[in-house]
């Protein structure tokens, strides 16, 4: 497949964070050339915002499936009475439908790669793969039976995931162990000697709330990072979910073992957690920092600009400052810093890297008038802005259009897979 983008704003995200006016052309899955082109192509699309695909780092893809369904209610009370009696009930069906939705909902918002952690791990690994994404799946680890299997099955069908599909070009397996709480030392250091064995990345919540904390303390003796370093789960592969609740020596311990921190300020605020990961600290510690929307039970939606926006403004917010996180520094943590991270080769638009693309419509009204390009894709545009989207060079969503799946009949099913789970 050929792409050429023409007569466009490039928002590079390269070293020099270059913007360019110019055009972009794409053969198979590459970035072949930016620059004034003329060639054929089998798609031309002009007059677009150009940007590197969006990077959610954490999400529970199925959940889509939850959306609304128990809002406004305490985290505690949201969870016992809401989301796990319905969780108990999925089946791999369930789990199917509610990933192609939440694969739609990303397409069409921008993001071209996610960090998922779920359940039925391999059915979302091949929804993911007929869909055309990039998924870095994570089978999550848990002390109790999940809706998929028993306890005692969880860590050898986890290594049987990893074989699977660890050579796969889209679809990476992850080694998720869902919580310090939720795992006990036994279980984590498990996980840890998986992960070393087959090299893979590790997917765990960290710090989520304070209520997590302190229970993780009162009951091992140390907070959750600690529990984490302790049974070997803390290096450049590891990727901590929330850190809202981490402390500045912690800061320094991510950024000393190179693990990843993700931020997901809207699930947080909505969840009431309390916490700020510590944006300012980890820039200064230079540890990586990444974003994600977290599930569409606690977001309520996957769109990664949405998410930006709101990382900025919460720490403006809280730290009375408005220049404390700036529009670049969250565009790069959703894009740039997140690939680096990953050793994916994408998060910007330089010749020879992965065509993970994103096109926003130049025409918008609220994208207009053009001062500061950087500015208005993280304070002002949407998902809604988005027209197009490439991912390993393939058109997948083109003029605000699927082109590779049937929108109609999944909204179909998904609306027969909600009654379902409703049933008694």
Not at 120 to 133: L, P, R, S, T
Not at 261 to 282: C, D, F, Q
Not at 365 to 370: H, S
């Amino acid at each position: 497949m050929s792409i050429l983008i023409k007569n466009s704003i490039i928002v590079t995200q390269d070293k020099s964070r270059q913007i360019i006016y110019g055009d972009v052309y794409i053969e198979n899955d590459r970035i072949v050339e930016i620059g004034k082109i003329n060639v054929e192509a089998d798609f031309v699309l002009k007059d677009k915002i150009v940007m590197p695909g969006l990077i959610n780092m954490h999400t529970h893809l199925p959940m889509t499936l939850l959306r609304g369904y128990g809002d406004d209610l305490p985290l505690e009370e949201w969870l016992t009475t809401r989301i796990w009696p319905i969780e108990a009930k999925l089946k791999s069906e369930h789990i199917a439908i509610g990933t192609k939705l939440a694969f739609m909902e990303m397409v069409a918002t921008g993001t071209t790669c996610c960090n998922d952690m779920y359940f039925f791990e391999d059915v979302i690994a091949n929804e993911a793969k007929k869909f055309g994404i990039r998924c870095y799946a994570g089978f999550s680890l848990i002390d109790f039976d999940t809706p998929e299997m028993k306890r005692e099955c969880l860590l050898p069908e986890c290594e049987n995931f990893i074989k699977k599909w660890g050579d796969d070009e889209l679809i990476k397996p992850v080694v998720a162990p869902h919580s310090t709480y939720a795992c006990s030392p036994e279980t984590l250091q498990k996980a840890a000697e998986l992960a070393e064995k087959y090299d893979a990345f590790i997917h765990i919540h960290c710090s989520e709330t304070r209520h997590e904390v302190y229970d993780v303390l009162n009951k091992y003796g140390s907070r959750p990072l600690e529990q984490i370093k302790k049974h070997g789960l803390l290096n450049e592969k590891t990727m901590l979910a929330h850190c809202g609740w981490i402390t500045k020596e912690e800061v320094k311990e991510i950024a000393a073992a190179k693990a990843c921190a993700i931020h997901n300020p809207v699930s947080n605020m909505k969840l009431a957690t309390g916490g700020y990961t510590p944006l300012p600290e980890l820039f200064d510690a230079r540890a990586y920092v990444t974003l994600g929307t977290d599930g569409a039970a606690s977001n309520n939606k996957l769109d990664m600009f949405e998410t930006m926006k709101f990382a900025a403004l919460i720490h403006k917010h809280h730290r009375w400052d408005a220049s404390i996180v700036t529009a670049q520094q969250v565009l790069d943590m959703a894009t740039i810093n997140a690939a680096e991270f990953l050793g994916l080769n994408a998060g910007s638009i330089e010749t020879g890297k992965k065509a993970d693309i994103v096109c926003l419509d130049m025409t918008s009204p609220n994208l207009i008038p053009r001062h500061n390009i950087i500015s208005h894709i993280v304070y002002a545009a949407s998902g809604f802005n988005v027209s197009d989207v490439i991912i390993n060079g393939r058109m997948l969503y083109h003029d605000r259009k699927f082109l590779t799946v049937n929108e109609e009949k999944i909204y179909e099913e998904v609306e027969k897979t909600k009654e379902d789970l409703l049933r008694d």
